[in-house]
């Protein structure tokens, strides 16, 4: 996940100095990118909209078996492995 982070956010740095019309010999600082076209970084942006949950959330295989048995009214015993 970091070395992927690492790359689209050297991707993204590109980007904005060639929008800029700049370039990596300039050495102006990242900061002066973001601050002149007035962008924030897109690893904080990729984070805002993982963390954003929308609808409710899924269900785990377990939780899906529990709801199953209560729906049809079994216990955990009746549910047991056959074969033993």
Do not use: F
């Amino acid at each position: 996940m970091k070395a992927l982070a690492n790359r689209v956010e050297v991707a993204e740095l590109r980007i904005l100095r060639w929008t800029c019309g700049k370039t990596l010999l300039d050495m102006i600082p990242n900061g002066v990118y973001r601050a002149q076209l007035e962008v924030e970084s897109i690893i904080n942006k990729m984070r805002e909209v993982r963390l954003r949950r929308r609808g409710r959330p899924k269900l785990r295989w377990e939780d899906r078996v529990k709801h199953d048995m209560k729906e049809h009214l079994l216990s955990e015993d009746m549910t047991s492995n056959k074969n033993e």
